[in-house]
């Protein structure tokens, strides 16, 4: 089936542009404590001359690049190596001059940083390296003796620019997972429906949500470019990614724009569900229509998952007006116009979804069953992450 195509309709974020792709993992950690090199190290290096950062030779580098393997208005995305444990990583270099540049880098930062546990379908994280003038410096969250590292949360906030000439420039390195695999995109299109995947991969992202928000992160930006592959144990295995959009939600107290109040307890304990954000950010065709309005909770997450595996299963997709790619996306038709789903619930609460949207899927009424309410206009009426893993582990694919 011909991939339908998506008028000229931008994605939908805060207003900071094109966003940077993430990073793609490989075997084994990206090194061990012990390869520490003394703060001022260079984090990465580039044979040729030009890749050389600004202001003179330095120490030894942690890493050499490899590649390019991806690139935004803000950054760029190398393959590159541990030098000493011979590991492959992805390092993700962004430019910190502009305050919606060092906005994307922090949110990523601290929602990675947050989370003390590991999880098998989150992209690993392994360091963040503040860069200026060829000096480096491991960075860590709420230092407050890095009069940098302040300076950057200064800039985010106050939304100004960081340094004024190019020989100031400031770089942040995101040193994380390789993942050989490509994105959900890339590996589904490439092969043959398999209900056995399928659900596989359903058990792994919900999963995954569900680490999240009990670790009270919510992602506001789902979709299948930011889920990527790694088979390095002989299986698909998948893994979150692109925290850029995120917001922790822990440790908030209960006042301001982006709270009721109603999720936060005594102990600054919050209850994703309950928690009220307002900034409308995200990517047009995984919304859900409350985000539009700029009011929701974690449960927008909940709707952007049940798009990317009503999508998935189906084989649904459209092709993005900004890249030409072919994309999984589930949709409404209006005339010769394709709507986000969420955007045309926001429009007429009552439409009833048809799922399967395809006559010859072999669906099983679990999945039809559960997939409506994930995508029910009102966020109430959706299962919450708990629920839905619950409910996931329950279901078959194909009837």
Same mark, same amino acid.
């Given at each position: 089936?011909?991939?339908a195509k ?7 974020r805060? *207003?900071?542009?094109?966003?940077? *792709? ?72 962004i430019?910190c001059?502009?305050?919606? %540049? ?30 200026? %003038?060829?000096?480096? #410096? ?29 020989e100031? &420039? ?10 050989e ?7 589904i ?11 596989s991969?359903m ?6 949500? &569900?680490?999240?928000?009990?670790? #009270? ?8 470019? %930011? ?8 299986? *698909? ?6 925290f ?38 995200g ?27 009503w ?45 399967? #949207? ?5 669906m ?14 009102? *966020? #109430?009426?959706?299962p ?8 996931m ?7």
């Amino acid at each position: 089936m011909e991939a339908a195509k998506s008028s000229e309709r931008k994605r939908r974020r805060r *207003p900071l542009g094109q966003r940077l *792709p993430a990073p793609l993992t490989v075997n084994g950690s990206c090194r061990s404590s012990e390869e520490e090199e003394e703060e001022g190290a260079k984090p990465v290096e580039k044979e040729e001359k030009s890749a050389r950062p600004p202001g003179g030779e330095v120490s030894r580098p942690r890493y050499s690049l490899l590649a390019e393997i991806g690139r935004g208005t803000y950054g760029v995305v190398y393959e590159a190596v541990a030098r000493k444990s011979g590991a492959r990583v992805a390092v993700k270099k962004i430019r910190c001059d502009a305050p919606e %540049n060092v906005e994307l880098a922090l949110s990523e930062f601290w929602a990675l940083t947050s989370l003390r546990r590991r999880h098998p379908n989150i992209v690993r994280f392994e360091e963040c390296v503040l860069q200026r %003038n060829g000096l480096a #410096q491991k960075m860590s969250h709420g230092n407050k003796s890095s009069h940098l590292y302040l300076r950057l949360v200064e800039a985010s906030l106050k939304g100004e620019r960081l340094f004024g000439s190019p020989e100031e &420039a400031c770089y942040l390195w995101f040193v994380m997972e390789f993942c050989e695999g490509g994105d959900l995109n890339q590996y589904i299109l490439s092969r043959r429906p398999d209900p056995a995947t399928n659900k596989s991969f359903m058990l792994q992202l919900t999963s995954a949500i &569900a680490f999240l928000h009990k670790n #009270q992160i919510v992602h506001r930006d789902l979709k299948p470019d %930011n889920i990527l592959i790694t088979e390095r144990s002989g299986s *698909p295995v998948l893994k979150v990614a692109d925290f850029g959009l995120s917001k922790v939600c822990a440790g908030l107290a209960p006042r301001g724009k982006e709270t009721t109040g109603e999720g936060v307890n005594e102990n600054r304990t919050v209850n994703v569900n309950k928690y009220w954000l307002s900034s409308a950010c995200g990517s047009d065709f995984y919304m859900a229509p409350e985000v539009w309005e700029g009011h929701y909770t974690a449960k927008a997450d909940i709707f952007a998952l049940g798009i990317i595996i009503w999508a998935m299963i189906e084989r649904i997709t459209f092709v993005d007006a900004e890249t030409k790619k072919e994309l999984l996306g589930t949709y409404i038709k209006q005339g010769s116009e394709i709507v986000p789903v969420g955007e045309a619930l926001l429009e007429n609460p009552k439409m009833e979804l048809h799922i399967p #949207q395809k006559r010859r899927t072999s669906m099983s009424e679990g999945i039809r069953q559960l997939l409506k309410d994930m995508l029910a206009a009102n *966020p #109430q009426d959706r299962p919450d992450a708990f629920e839905l893993e619950t409910r996931m582990d329950q279901v078959t694919c194909a009837a």
